[in-house]
């Protein structure tokens, strides 16, 4: 926002720039360690899962964006790691289904097939899924 004022003492006016400070909240990691939220992690995260396929940085920046607006319109002074990974989850199904399952596959810490399967099962479109 941008503010015309004058000076109460020398009576000259000048220009304010005001902004809304939004904080985010802390990442509780799951050994119960506290950090402070990192958007270039959470960039290198998705783009590792999306890298070599068709999506643009503009896409990832958006939904770094909207997790992020997520996380600030929860209110919450912390956010457990795991919420953070469902709602990054969440964005890369909707930008890339390939890119999902990679992030999934490590997030999840998948050790057997089966697993693999059944996300891949997930994301399939119900034309597949009804045969």
Known sequence: MRRRRRCP????RFTTYERAELTLPAVVKKNGTRVEFDRS?????????????PVSAESIEAAISRI????ISSGAREAPSDRIG??????????????YVRFASVYRNF???DEFAEIIQE???DSVNAR
Do not use: F, I, Q
């Open 9 to 12: 003492g020398c009576d000259k």
């Open 41 to 53: 992690k959470l960039r290198s995260s998705m783009t590792l899962a999306l890298r070599k396929r």
């Open 68 to 71: 992020e607006e997520a996380l």
């Open 86 to 99: 469902e709602l990054v989850m969440r964005e890369l199904r909707r930008l890339d289904k390939v890119g």
């Open 111 to 113: 050790e057997h097939l």
């Open 123 to 125: 994301v399939r479109p």
